[in-house]
Structure formats: structure tokens, C-alpha cells
């Protein structure tokens, strides 16, 4: 989850010095990635997990983050760890664009290290700052963000090994269906529901990713769109128009991909055969296991989305 710059400065300003209010029990930490430097802060409270740990699962998502748009989005991130007295796992992840981009995220005291190890909450967030605050003055665009990175942080984990691609492609066919249009959809600007938001947004950027490859013979994908768009200075700090967005995104694929798939989504309700394009893409699944049909015609495709470009 993302908060725009305004409404972050209203309620943030406070927690953010929370800490600084009260005995910290967790000492703060620095983290490196890439040429970034990532400043962690604890809330007051106990997590169970030593430091250390907690510290790893922050710099994997770094990692992921950092590898899959070729730099860590911001020169000097900034995330806050809550603690959470007397509960288990992560939750209440929230950035925001203001004052030079940070996070916050909350880890329960019981949380295991299986359970940092399966989290996908602390990559989606710091994913979130690869993209730029959309201004909403032609439509709602909550949809382009939180889908973006849905779409993006699975992939960003298996290109540096911490998620086989059968999960990837397994969990996606899996909960894509959640963003398929209900009746009396308008199309995905005006439709705020939570499944149209997070999964709907998450398939127009899959659907880009398959356009982009397609178009381009598998030599570009949504990853070089991407990485030009953060390139451009398209990161959380700054505002921009989903226009400015799609055309830095569309020259950097030599195509206009991004901008058609808007057009045809924006207000329409466009529904999309997923059986149709896991079969094209060779991926199967039967019984929660997951397979590959390495002769489907869109196997290199499905290939290419997840493994690592440099």
C-alpha cells in the first residue's frame, strides 16, 4: 500500500518520530543496496527473531527491488519496523512519498523465520518506490500503483532466487481471477473495489508485459519500461501524469503497448480469458501443482518475464 505526499505529511509526521519519543529496545540499523543506503528504525517493543534477522529480510527486498530495476529506486530509503506485542507474521505495510520516500511496516512479536521467508509484504512496499505518485485529476489511478506492484515483487524475488517460478505463475493464476470485472464495471479507473484495485491493476501490467514481448520478439519486456521510467525520475517523490508514465514506458519498448491497454481499460469492462492465457503460456496447473508446457506459444515469453536481466 502507497500514501500520496499530502495525506502521508498529515499522519506520518508523528510516527515517524515515535521512536525517538521512547526507549528503544531494537538499536536502529543501516543497510546498503547498491549504491543506496537504507536507515531502519524500531518502534518501541520485542520481536523474538534476533535483530539480525529481521535486518536479512529487509536487505533481501532491497535486493529484489534493486535487481529488477537495475538501482535501488531512492539514494537514502527510510523504514520504520513496528513491533507488535504478543502477535506472529507481518502486516500494515504502508509507503508514502514524502519527505524523501519511506516505509513503514509492522512484524508481531511470535513471527518465525518462516514466515519472513515467505513474506512478499516488505518487497511489494519498497517496490512501491520505483513509481511515481499518479495524479489523479482524469481519473482514479490507485489501481496503477498497487498493481504494479503486485505484479512486480513476485517476479523481482524469483529473478534473484528467493521464489521458484512455479509459485509465481501458480499464485497468479490463482488469484488473478480477483481482478476480472463484475457486472456494472466501468473499467479500471472507475472501479475502486479491492480485487479490481490490487489484482485488476496487477493483470493490465501482465498483459503489457505479454503485449511488450510480443511486439518486440521477446527482446523487451515491462522490465526495460520500468527501469526507464525510473530513469526518467519517475520514483515516489515525484508527481506525475498517467500520460507522462505511459509514453516514457512506450518509447523505452519502441512501441505503444502501455498506452493501447489503457485506452481499451480505462472505462471499459474488458474481461480476459485467463484459462486461454495460462494455456498459452504453457502454465498448469492441476491439483495446486504447478507445471510448464515448454511447447505452448507463449513459453519463451513466460520464460523470459522471470529470469534475470542484466
Not at 520485542?46 to 536479512?56: E, F, H, S, T, Y
Not at 469492462?269 to 498448469?284: F, Q
Request: with cysteine; hydrophobic share 40%.
Amino acid at each position: 500500500m502507497r500514501r500520496s505526499r499530502y495525506l502521508s505529511w498529515i499522519l506520518a509526521g508523528g510516527l515517524w518520530l515515535a521512536p525517538l519519543l521512547a526507549d528503544e529496545q531494537i538499536p536502529p540499523a543501516q543497510i546498503k543496496a547498491g549504491a543506496a543506503t537504507i536507515e531502519v528504525t524500531f518502534g518501541p517493543g520485542k520481536i523474538d527473531l534476533p535483530r539480525a534477522n529481521v535486518l536479512a529480510w529487509i536487505s533481501d527486498a532491497a535486493h529484489a527491488v534493486q535487481e529488477y530495476f537495475g538501482h535501488f529506486p531512492i539514494p537514502h530509503g527510510r523504514i520504520m519496523v513496528r513491533p507488535r506485542t504478543g502477535r506472529s507474521g507481518v502486516s500494515g505495510g504502508t509507503t508514502y512519498g514524502s519527505e524523501g520516500g519511506y516505509t513503514r511496516i509492522s512484524i508481531g512479536q511470535f513471527t518465525t523465520q518462516q514466515e519472513l521467508d515467505h513474506d512478499w509484504m516488505m518487497t511489494h512496499e519498497l517496490v512501491h518506490l520505483a513509481f511515481p505518485d499518479i495524479e489523479t485529476d482524469d481519473g482514479d489511478h490507485h489501481w496503477i500503483e498497487e498493481g504494479m506492484s503486485t505484479y512486480i515483487e513476485p517476479i523481482a524475488r524469483c529473478q534473484i532466487g528467493l521464489l521458484p517460478a512455479e509459485r509465481v505463475w501458480g499464485e497468479m493464476a490463482e488469484y488473478m481471477p480477483q481482478g476480472l470485472p463484475e457486472s456494472g464495471d466501468r473499467g479500471l479507473d472507475n472501479t475502486q473495489s479491492w480485487g479490481r484495485t490490487y489484482w485488476g491493476g496487477a493483470l493490465y501490467w501482465l498483459l503489457a508485459d505479454v503485449g511488450i514481448r510480443q511486439a518486440t520478439n521477446n527482446r523487451k519486456g515491462l522490465q526495460d519500461a520500468m527501469r526507464a521510467i525510473l530513469n526518467a525520475g519517475g520514483d515516489i517523490r515525484e508527481d506525475w501524469p498517467i500520460r507522462r508514465v505511459l509514453e516514457v514506458g512506450d518509447k523505452a519498448t519502441g512501441g505503444t503497448v502501455l498506452a493501447d491497454l489503457y485506452k481499451q481499460m480505462k472505462g471499459t469492462a474488458v474481461h480476459t480469458d485467463l484459462a486461454d492465457l495460462w494455456r498459452r503460456l504453457g502454465v498448469e496447473v492441476n491439483g495446486g501443482r504447478v507445471s510448464f508446457n515448454d511447447k505452448a506459444p507463449l513459453a519463451r515469453i513466460r520464460r523470459g518475464i522471470t529470469a534475470v536481466r542484466k
